[in-house]
């Protein structure tokens, strides 16, 4: 059975984006954020980690508008392009019924996403990053989730996209990892408990 992650860059007050899904908190994409060169290449090893991504709609087409190419741009710096090779190379599959078509290693389901993430898990392979909050939560609500990836940022947004979604019963955890930053971004890891 394939371990399935959830994890991203968040508020202090639990947001993953701020209203009008202003991300501007996060000091952006790139080595250049405000939690620097460090979180960055933490990130971008995470992706080469990673055996497959299940992405949503709203950050597959965020991610898809920058990374493809990214790594071609004027300027881009070499930690820029490792992250975009690297996302390029991960397999991908998203989860829409409004994206037309999908390019590159990546695979488009329009059906119930919660019976496809629990068929992926059912087979061999390496562990899956589920990417989004609306696709996530689907599949925190399932009991699917294995890990929680918390990157914390020391900011409060009053509002927005948040981390968690609304349970229907409750969810223990163990925590199996902390590291600081810089910037005093907090990064903590928790797996779940049966």
Known sequence: MRK???????????????????????????PDSSAGEELFQWWS????????????????????????????????????IEYARRWRDM??????????????????VTG???????RLKAGDGGPMDI??????????RAGLIDEYVLVTHPVLV?????FFTALDSWVNLTLVQTRTFPGGVLLTRY???S
């Open 4 to 30: 399935l992650i959830f994890g991203m860059n968040l508020t202090l007050d639990g947001y993953i984006a701020a209203p009008g899904d202003d991300l501007g908190w996060s000091g952006g994409e790139g």
């Open 45 to 80: 090893d995470r992706v080469d980690a990673t055996s497959l991504a299940l992405y949503g709609r709203k950050l597959w087409e965020a991610m898809s508008s920058h990374w493809p190419t990214a790594d071609q741009r004027p300027g881009a710096t070499p930690a820029e």
């Open 91 to 108: 397999p991908k599959v998203v989860f829409s019924s409004t994206v037309a078509a999908v390019e590159g290693n990546t695979r488009l």
């Open 112 to 118: 119930d996403a919660v019976a496809e993430i629990t």
């Open 131 to 140: 990417c989004g909050a609306t696709l996530a939560g689907a599949a925190m």
């Open 158 to 162: 009053g509002g927005g996209t948040p």
């Open 191 to 193: 797996e779940t408990r």
